[in-house]
Protein backbone atom coordinates (compact mmCIF):
# COMPACT_ATOMS: atom_id res chain seq x y z
CA UNK A 1 0.00 0.00 0.00
CA UNK A 2 1.68 3.17 -1.30
CA UNK A 3 1.13 6.46 0.99
CA UNK A 4 1.86 9.71 -0.09
CA UNK A 5 1.85 12.18 2.94
CA UNK A 6 1.83 16.02 3.18
CA UNK A 7 4.82 17.42 4.70
CA UNK A 8 5.13 20.63 3.95
CA UNK A 9 4.70 21.88 7.99
CA UNK A 10 8.06 19.97 8.69
CA UNK A 11 9.72 21.24 5.64
CA UNK A 12 8.78 25.00 6.32
CA UNK A 13 9.23 24.83 9.87
CA UNK A 14 6.31 25.18 11.59
CA UNK A 15 6.59 24.76 14.96
CA UNK A 16 4.21 22.23 16.88
CA UNK A 17 2.30 21.10 13.16
CA UNK A 18 6.54 20.11 12.00
CA UNK A 19 7.08 18.03 14.42
CA UNK A 20 3.85 16.43 14.48
CA UNK A 21 4.94 15.64 10.32
CA UNK A 22 7.92 14.76 10.90
CA UNK A 23 7.79 12.82 14.00
CA UNK A 24 5.43 10.42 12.37
CA UNK A 25 6.35 10.41 9.12
CA UNK A 26 9.57 9.55 10.24
CA UNK A 27 8.49 6.98 12.42
CA UNK A 28 5.63 5.31 9.33
CA UNK A 29 8.92 5.01 7.29
CA UNK A 30 11.02 2.80 9.84
CA UNK A 31 7.60 0.59 10.18
CA UNK A 32 6.97 0.46 6.27
CA UNK A 33 10.01 1.56 3.97
CA UNK A 34 9.17 0.51 1.12
CA UNK A 35 5.45 2.22 1.09
CA UNK A 36 5.87 5.70 2.25
CA UNK A 37 6.11 8.96 -0.23
CA UNK A 38 6.60 12.20 0.95
CA UNK A 39 4.90 15.30 -0.72
CA UNK A 40 5.67 18.91 0.42
CA UNK A 41 5.41 22.66 -0.84
CA UNK A 42 8.68 24.17 -0.23
CA UNK A 43 8.05 27.71 0.74
CA UNK A 44 11.49 30.16 0.02
CA UNK A 45 13.69 29.25 2.91
CA UNK A 46 12.75 25.66 3.28
CA UNK A 47 14.21 22.57 4.16
CA UNK A 48 13.76 19.00 4.39
CA UNK A 49 14.29 17.72 8.11
CA UNK A 50 17.46 14.98 8.50
CA UNK A 51 15.32 12.23 9.32
CA UNK A 52 12.77 12.45 5.95
CA UNK A 53 16.14 13.33 3.27
CA UNK A 54 16.70 9.78 2.05
CA UNK A 55 12.76 9.32 1.57
CA UNK A 56 11.34 9.28 -1.89
CA UNK A 57 9.71 12.57 -2.47
CA UNK A 58 7.52 15.24 -4.71
CA UNK A 59 7.45 18.85 -4.11
CA UNK A 60 6.21 22.30 -5.47
CA UNK A 61 7.95 25.46 -4.83
CA UNK A 62 4.90 28.30 -3.98
CA UNK A 63 4.96 31.25 -1.65
CA UNK A 64 2.59 29.84 1.96
CA UNK A 65 -0.55 32.31 0.91
CA UNK A 66 -0.54 31.33 -2.97
CA UNK A 67 -0.33 27.45 -1.97
CA UNK A 68 -3.39 27.95 0.44
CA UNK A 69 -5.49 30.08 -2.16
CA UNK A 70 -4.72 27.82 -5.12
CA UNK A 71 -5.60 24.57 -3.04
CA UNK A 72 -9.01 26.18 -1.67
CA UNK A 73 -9.78 27.28 -5.34
CA UNK A 74 -9.33 24.23 -6.72
CA UNK A 75 -11.44 22.70 -4.56
CA UNK A 76 -13.95 25.38 -4.91
CA UNK A 77 -13.78 24.74 -8.86
CA UNK A 78 -14.08 20.76 -8.80
CA UNK A 79 -10.19 20.77 -9.87
CA UNK A 80 -8.46 17.14 -9.45
CA UNK A 81 -4.45 17.49 -8.84
CA UNK A 82 -3.91 13.65 -8.74
CA UNK A 83 -1.25 14.50 -11.42
CA UNK A 84 1.26 15.72 -8.62
CA UNK A 85 1.32 12.13 -6.71
CA UNK A 86 2.74 8.99 -8.17
CA UNK A 87 -0.19 7.26 -7.81
CA UNK A 88 -0.51 6.64 -3.70
CA UNK A 89 -3.39 5.13 -2.52
CA UNK A 90 -3.98 7.03 0.40
CA UNK A 91 -2.88 11.22 0.99
CA UNK A 92 -2.32 12.07 4.40
CA UNK A 93 -2.45 15.74 5.14
CA UNK A 94 -0.81 16.52 8.08
CA UNK A 95 -2.03 19.84 8.86
CA UNK A 96 -5.13 21.73 7.58
CA UNK A 97 -4.41 22.04 4.53
CA UNK A 98 -6.22 19.34 2.00
CA UNK A 99 -5.23 19.30 -1.87
CA UNK A 100 -8.29 18.49 -4.34
CA UNK A 101 -8.02 14.73 -5.27
CA UNK A 102 -9.87 12.47 -7.25
CA UNK A 103 -8.92 9.33 -7.61
CA UNK A 104 -6.60 8.77 -4.15
CA UNK A 105 -8.42 8.07 -0.92
CA UNK A 106 -7.72 10.73 1.68
CA UNK A 107 -6.75 11.26 5.19
CA UNK A 108 -6.69 14.37 7.14
CA UNK A 109 -5.50 15.48 10.53
CA UNK A 110 -7.65 17.89 12.23
CA UNK A 111 -4.96 19.62 15.40
CA UNK A 112 -8.05 22.29 16.80
CA UNK A 113 -10.51 24.02 16.21
CA UNK A 114 -9.15 27.27 17.45
CA UNK A 115 -10.23 29.49 14.68
CA UNK A 116 -13.84 28.81 15.41
CA UNK A 117 -13.60 28.71 19.24
CA UNK A 118 -11.52 32.14 19.77
CA UNK A 119 -11.73 34.20 16.48
CA UNK A 120 -10.54 36.85 18.66
CA UNK A 121 -7.20 35.57 18.59
CA UNK A 122 -6.67 35.17 15.10
CA UNK A 123 -6.06 37.75 12.06
CA UNK A 124 -8.76 38.64 9.93
CA UNK A 125 -6.97 37.20 6.81
CA UNK A 126 -6.29 33.49 8.50
CA UNK A 127 -9.73 33.42 10.35
CA UNK A 128 -11.38 34.08 7.09
CA UNK A 129 -9.76 30.95 5.04
CA UNK A 130 -10.00 28.65 7.80
CA UNK A 131 -13.69 29.52 8.50
CA UNK A 132 -13.91 28.94 4.98
CA UNK A 133 -11.92 26.20 4.04
CA UNK A 134 -12.00 23.43 6.93
CA UNK A 135 -15.75 23.26 6.75
CA UNK A 136 -14.95 21.74 2.90
CA UNK A 137 -11.59 19.41 3.72
CA UNK A 138 -13.39 17.93 6.41
CA UNK A 139 -16.31 17.41 4.45
CA UNK A 140 -13.85 16.13 1.83
CA UNK A 141 -11.63 13.77 3.18
CA UNK A 142 -12.38 10.01 3.56
CA UNK A 143 -11.35 10.26 6.99
CA UNK A 144 -9.90 12.48 9.79
CA UNK A 145 -7.55 11.75 12.53
CA UNK A 146 -7.68 14.37 15.44
CA UNK A 147 -4.87 14.27 18.44
CA UNK A 148 -7.67 14.37 21.16
CA UNK A 149 -10.94 13.40 22.22
CA UNK A 150 -11.06 17.23 23.04
CA UNK A 151 -10.63 17.41 19.41
CA UNK A 152 -12.61 14.98 18.25
CA UNK A 153 -15.70 16.12 20.35
CA UNK A 154 -15.39 19.93 18.87
CA UNK A 155 -15.45 18.55 15.13
CA UNK A 156 -19.08 16.75 15.41
CA UNK A 157 -19.77 19.68 17.61
CA UNK A 158 -19.31 22.43 15.34
CA UNK A 159 -19.34 20.58 11.98
CA UNK A 160 -21.56 17.81 12.81
CA UNK A 161 -19.06 15.16 11.28
CA UNK A 162 -19.63 11.80 12.29
CA UNK A 163 -18.22 9.72 14.98
CA UNK A 164 -17.36 6.90 12.68
CA UNK A 165 -15.47 9.08 10.84
CA UNK A 166 -12.62 10.09 13.13
CA UNK A 167 -10.09 8.44 14.42
CA UNK A 168 -7.94 9.93 17.86
CA UNK A 169 -4.41 9.12 17.45
CA UNK A 170 -1.93 11.02 20.10
CA UNK A 171 0.99 12.65 19.54
CA UNK A 172 4.64 12.21 21.69
CA UNK A 173 7.37 13.68 22.97
CA UNK A 174 10.57 12.98 20.51
CA UNK A 175 13.52 10.77 21.98
CA UNK A 176 15.30 13.24 22.84
CA UNK A 177 13.08 14.30 25.83
CA UNK A 178 14.56 12.64 28.34
CA UNK A 179 16.23 13.22 31.46
CA UNK A 180 19.66 14.97 30.85
CA UNK A 181 22.11 14.49 33.04
CA UNK A 182 22.50 17.20 36.14
CA UNK A 183 26.05 18.45 34.38
CA UNK A 184 24.04 18.95 31.20
CA UNK A 185 21.56 21.09 33.10
CA UNK A 186 24.18 23.02 34.51
CA UNK A 187 25.92 23.88 31.60
CA UNK A 188 22.53 24.93 29.58
CA UNK A 189 21.28 27.10 32.47
CA UNK A 190 24.72 28.56 32.43
CA UNK A 191 24.54 29.39 28.85
CA UNK A 192 21.41 30.87 28.71
CA UNK A 193 22.01 33.14 31.54
CA UNK A 194 19.20 31.65 33.88
CA UNK A 195 18.58 31.44 37.84
CA UNK A 196 18.26 28.70 39.92
CA UNK A 197 14.69 28.96 39.76
CA UNK A 198 12.80 29.60 37.26
CA UNK A 199 8.67 29.08 35.86
CA UNK A 200 9.02 27.54 32.38
CA UNK A 201 6.55 28.09 29.59
CA UNK A 202 7.34 26.78 26.16
CA UNK A 203 5.44 27.51 23.11
CA UNK A 204 4.59 29.91 20.12
CA UNK A 205 4.03 33.65 21.69
CA UNK A 206 0.05 34.48 20.23
CA UNK A 207 -3.20 35.18 22.70
CA UNK A 208 -4.22 31.77 22.92
CA UNK A 209 -1.04 30.90 25.05
CA UNK A 210 -2.80 33.21 27.96
CA UNK A 211 0.94 34.45 28.82
CA UNK A 212 -0.44 37.98 29.93
CA UNK A 213 -2.21 35.95 32.72
CA UNK A 214 0.42 34.04 33.22
CA UNK A 215 2.66 37.43 34.28
CA UNK A 216 0.18 38.55 36.22
CA UNK A 217 0.64 35.39 38.22
CA UNK A 218 4.50 35.72 38.09
CA UNK A 219 4.04 38.91 39.48
CA UNK A 220 1.72 37.71 42.74
CA UNK A 221 4.30 35.06 43.24
CA UNK A 222 7.11 37.38 43.02
CA UNK A 223 5.98 39.06 46.28
CA UNK A 224 6.95 36.31 48.61
CA UNK A 225 9.48 35.10 46.23
CA UNK A 226 11.14 37.56 44.75
CA UNK A 227 13.86 35.38 42.82
CA UNK A 228 11.19 33.39 40.81
CA UNK A 229 12.02 34.36 37.12
CA UNK A 230 9.48 32.92 34.11
CA UNK A 231 11.68 31.65 31.17
CA UNK A 232 9.51 32.31 27.59
CA UNK A 233 10.68 29.78 25.19
CA UNK A 234 9.40 30.22 21.65
CA UNK A 235 9.13 32.47 18.55
CA UNK A 236 6.94 34.99 18.37
CA UNK A 237 3.35 34.54 16.54
CA UNK A 238 0.90 37.04 16.08
CA UNK A 239 -0.76 39.75 18.33
CA UNK A 240 1.91 39.93 21.18
CA UNK A 241 0.82 43.11 22.63
CA UNK A 242 -1.44 41.76 25.00
CA UNK A 243 2.02 39.88 26.33
CA UNK A 244 4.10 42.46 26.50
CA UNK A 245 1.42 45.44 27.89
CA UNK A 246 1.41 42.95 31.04
CA UNK A 247 5.13 42.92 31.34
CA UNK A 248 4.54 46.46 31.50
CA UNK A 249 1.58 47.04 33.57
CA UNK A 250 2.89 44.50 36.30
CA UNK A 251 6.81 45.61 36.20
CA UNK A 252 8.42 42.26 35.73
CA UNK A 253 10.76 43.67 32.58
CA UNK A 254 13.54 42.32 34.71
CA UNK A 255 11.65 38.52 35.46
CA UNK A 256 10.44 37.86 32.06
CA UNK A 257 13.43 36.07 30.44
CA UNK A 258 12.15 35.10 26.37
CA UNK A 259 14.71 32.94 24.82
CA UNK A 260 12.94 32.67 21.36
CA UNK A 261 13.25 29.99 19.54
CA UNK A 262 15.40 27.51 21.24
CA UNK A 263 17.05 24.32 19.21
CA UNK A 264 15.90 21.12 20.21
CA UNK A 265 19.12 19.69 21.53
CA UNK A 266 18.73 22.26 24.08
CA UNK A 267 14.92 22.08 25.48
CA UNK A 268 15.35 18.70 27.45
CA UNK A 269 17.62 20.74 30.36
CA UNK A 270 15.30 23.48 30.13
CA UNK A 271 12.46 21.77 31.03
CA UNK A 272 14.53 19.76 33.52
CA UNK A 273 16.10 22.56 35.12
CA UNK A 274 12.85 24.52 35.70
CA UNK A 275 11.17 24.69 39.17
CA UNK A 276 7.65 24.30 37.36
CA UNK A 277 6.86 23.54 34.19
CA UNK A 278 3.73 25.78 32.93
CA UNK A 279 1.41 25.91 29.89
CA UNK A 280 -1.87 27.96 30.91
CA UNK A 281 -3.21 27.87 27.51
CA UNK A 282 -6.54 28.52 27.07
CA UNK A 283 -7.19 26.03 24.34
CA UNK A 284 -5.03 23.21 23.02
CA UNK A 285 -5.34 20.76 20.49
CA UNK A 286 -2.95 18.20 21.90
CA UNK A 287 -0.58 20.25 24.57
CA UNK A 288 2.48 18.57 23.74
CA UNK A 289 4.83 20.66 25.63
CA UNK A 290 2.99 19.21 28.22
CA UNK A 291 4.35 15.74 27.54
CA UNK A 292 7.86 16.87 26.60
CA UNK A 293 7.93 18.60 30.11
CA UNK A 294 6.90 15.00 32.14
CA UNK A 295 9.41 13.23 29.75
CA UNK A 296 12.73 15.45 30.57
CA UNK A 297 11.37 15.21 34.62
CA UNK A 298 9.61 18.25 34.89
CA UNK A 299 7.05 18.91 37.64
CA UNK A 300 3.72 20.26 35.56
CA UNK A 301 1.11 22.61 36.11
CA UNK A 302 -0.94 22.86 33.15
CA UNK A 303 -4.46 24.11 32.18
CA UNK A 304 -7.44 21.55 33.06
CA UNK A 305 -9.16 22.82 29.51
CA UNK A 306 -9.14 21.17 25.85
CA UNK A 307 -7.00 18.37 25.40
CA UNK A 308 -4.06 19.41 28.33
CA UNK A 309 -6.17 17.83 30.88
CA UNK A 310 -6.26 14.65 28.53
CA UNK A 311 -3.31 14.67 27.84
CA UNK A 312 -1.78 15.36 31.92
CA UNK A 313 -4.17 12.66 33.55
CA UNK A 314 -3.21 12.91 37.23
CA UNK A 315 0.81 13.36 36.34
CA UNK A 316 -0.01 17.45 36.83
CA UNK A 317 -1.94 19.98 38.66
CA UNK A 318 -4.30 21.55 36.96
CA UNK A 319 -6.19 24.93 36.99
CA UNK A 320 -9.02 27.49 34.59
CA UNK A 321 -6.80 28.96 32.70
CA UNK A 322 -9.48 31.90 32.82
CA UNK A 323 -9.05 31.74 36.93
CA UNK A 324 -5.90 34.31 37.82
CA UNK A 325 -6.19 33.36 41.33
CA UNK A 326 -6.69 29.87 40.11
CA UNK A 327 -3.31 29.77 38.51
CA UNK A 328 -1.52 31.58 41.50
CA UNK A 329 -2.87 29.39 43.87
CA UNK A 330 -1.83 26.29 41.75
CA UNK A 331 1.18 27.53 40.90
CA UNK A 332 1.82 28.47 44.72
CA UNK A 333 1.15 25.12 45.91
CA UNK A 334 3.78 23.26 44.03
CA UNK A 335 6.76 26.06 44.34
CA UNK A 336 6.29 25.27 48.03
CA UNK A 337 6.34 21.23 48.00
CA UNK A 338 9.35 19.80 46.95
CA UNK A 339 7.36 16.74 47.82
CA UNK A 340 5.11 17.14 45.84
CA UNK A 341 7.53 17.94 42.60
CA UNK A 342 9.14 14.74 43.20
CA UNK A 343 5.89 12.76 43.34
CA UNK A 344 4.91 14.92 39.62
CA UNK A 345 8.37 14.13 38.39
CA UNK A 346 7.82 10.34 38.65
CA UNK A 347 4.37 10.38 37.79
CA UNK A 348 5.06 12.74 34.61
CA UNK A 349 7.55 10.06 33.87
CA UNK A 350 5.25 7.20 33.56
CA UNK A 351 2.66 9.51 32.06
CA UNK A 352 4.78 10.29 28.66
CA UNK A 353 5.95 6.70 28.47
CA UNK A 354 2.58 5.54 27.50
CA UNK A 355 2.71 7.58 24.65
CA UNK A 356 5.68 7.24 21.60
CA UNK A 357 5.54 8.02 17.92
CA UNK A 358 6.05 4.00 17.32
CA UNK A 359 2.09 3.60 18.67
CA UNK A 360 1.11 6.26 17.12
CA UNK A 361 2.44 5.09 13.33
CA UNK A 362 0.89 2.16 13.90
CA UNK A 363 -2.67 3.38 14.98
CA UNK A 364 -2.49 5.47 12.04
CA UNK A 365 -1.16 2.83 9.56
CA UNK A 366 -4.36 0.80 11.22
CA UNK A 367 -6.22 4.01 9.76
CA UNK A 368 -4.71 3.28 6.08
CA UNK A 369 -5.68 -0.33 6.31
CA UNK A 370 -9.48 0.23 7.27
CA UNK A 371 -9.81 2.53 3.90
CA UNK A 372 -7.84 0.71 1.83
CA UNK A 373 -10.04 -2.29 2.83
CA UNK A 374 -13.12 -0.21 3.77
Not at 167 to 189: D, G, K, L, N, S
Not at 308 to 327: K, N, R, S, Y
Amino acid sequence: MRVSIDVSPAVNGKAGLGRYAASLTAALAAQHPAEVHLFANVTPGGQWPAELATLPRTSVRAGYKFWRLAVLMGHLSGAAWDRLLPHPVIFHATEHLLIPLRSVRTVLTVHDLIYRLFPQHHKRLNYWYLNLAMPLYVHRADHIITVSEATKRDLMRLYGTPEHKITVVYEAAAPCFAPPPPARIAETRRRYGLPDRYLLTVGTIEPRKNLARLVEALAALRRDDPALRLVVVGARGWLTGSFERAIEQFGQQEAVICLGYVPDDDLPALYAGATVSVLASLYEGFGLPVLEAMACGAPVACSATSSMGEVAGQAALTFDPEDGEAIVTTLRRLLADADLREVLRQRGLARAAEFSWQRAARETWEVYERMQTG
